[in-house]
């Protein structure tokens, strides 16, 4: 089955720091570009960092910049998130996606995973 999926998820303090992972089946994550996106309830949908391919540039919303840092694991076929100095404001559910060039562009979501920082 070629699909995505969320790990890593979890409840922190504030001040602390999650991993979240996104894993792939069925296609390589490193000729995608990967981002992840997060939900708070009540809100829409927001970017919050991607990484390029080819490439591998990353780009980072104003909330995530210099807390979060995003990565490949080619070898393990995934692409994972550092969220760092995590504040209560981060709690969302965050969803990865992949865009898949080809055989035909082709766009995944993973189910979510939930992050929730306490105060």
């Known amino acids: 089955q070629v699909q995505v999926e969320e790990s890593g998820g979890g409840l922190v303090q504030a001040g602390g720091s999650l991993r979240l992972s996104c894993a792939a089946s069925?296609?390589?994550?490193?000729?995608?570009?990967v981002s992840w996106y997060r939900q708070a309830p009540g809100k829409g949908r927001e970017l919050v960092a991607s990484i390029t391919s080819p490439g591998g540039t990353t780009n980072y919303a104003e909330s995530a910049a210099g807390r979060f840092t995003m990565s490949r694991d080619n070898v393990a076929n995934t692409v994972n998130l550092q969220m760092n100095s995590l504040k209560p404001e981060d709690t969302a559910v965050y969803y990865c996606?992949?865009?898949?060039?080809?055989?035909?562009?082709?766009?995944?979501w993973g189910q979510g995973t939930q992050v929730t920082v306490s105060s």
């Open positions: 996606n992949a865009v898949r060039p080809w055989p035909w562009r082709t766009t995944f």
């Open positions: 069925g296609f390589s994550l490193s000729g995608s570009t």
